[in-house]
């Protein structure tokens, strides 16, 4: 099993509709968990932490559930600009190590 | 915010070469930094992690040394990619952090796209 799993889509999506995704992980001593975007053939850039208690961004928002552990993103008025690969990133450790998932592909279509 | 700039961006040389891959922190003292490779449409893979001062840690099944990793300033790290083959043709990326303890999110470089012919 992935240590962090993701959909990997690709979610179509009409602009301005809502998208929203989860992504699973393995460790339930995970410590910190990020979204982060990244375009075709380029570096994953971050998007935002996911906290305990949730948190919104703008047009995004990030939800932690420990005890099904996974996270979730939702993208609300859905631009153009949106499409991209969303990475899922725990960190499994104080040690800073990464896990990606996959990603999930969102594609945002006029 | 905290720049990370990794040079070259784009590598094409035949099979045998060796090629060596800058990481820099430019506004900032990376403690730590991170190499991964990620293939088409597969997630990133943690290679290494080099802490300033003292020897990489590699990931399991990463030849330690193929993939030679230098950090030796706060602000550079460099990936050498002994004697390349087709096979190591990847997306190589850098990350860095300031703290060797934080959970705080890491910085990537722009990566280095790395064709062997």
């Known amino acids: 099993r992935k240590e962090v799993e993701q959909d990997p889509g690709p979610f179509n999506v009409p602009e301005g509709a809502t998208v929203a995704f989860n992504c699973t992980y393995s460790n339930s001593a995970s410590q910190s968990f990020f979204w982060y975007r990244q375009d075709c053939r380029k570096e994953p850039k971050l998007l935002m932490s996911v906290y305990s208690s949730g948190n919104e961004d703008g047009r995004f928002t990030a939800q932690l559930n420990r005890a099904s552990q996974y996270i979730s993103l939702l993208i609300r008025d859905s631009k153009l600009s949106d499409s991209a690969t969303y990475l899922c990133?725990?960190?499994?450790?104080?040690?800073?190590?990464?896990?990606f998932g996959a990603g999930t592909q969102v594609v945002v279509t006029p | 915010g905290a720049v990370v700039s990794q040079h070259p961006s784009w590598v094409i040389c035949k099979s045998g070469t060796s090629v060596k891959i800058e990481c820099r922190s430019l506004?900032?003292?990376?403690?730590?930094m991170f190499w991964y490779r990620q293939f088409p449409k597969q997630s990133l893979m943690l290679m290494a992690t080099?802490?300033?001062?003292?020897?990489?840690?590699?990931e399991q099944g990463v030849e330690k040394d193929k993939f030679l990793i230098n950090h030796a300033s706060l602000t550079l790290s460099t990936l050498t990619v002994t004697s390349a083959h087709p096979e190591d043709s990847s997306f190589y990326i850098c990350?860095?952090?300031?703290?060797?303890?934080?959970?705080?999110?890491?910085?990537f470089g722009d990566g280095t796209r790395l064709s062997i012919l």
């Open positions: 080099s802490n300033e001062g003292s020897k990489a840690t590699y």
């Open positions: 506004d900032f003292q990376a403690t730590t």
């Open positions: 990350s860095a952090r300031s703290d060797r303890y934080s959970n705080q999110p890491q910085h």
């Open positions: 990133v725990v960190t499994p450790d104080s040690w800073g190590k990464l896990q």
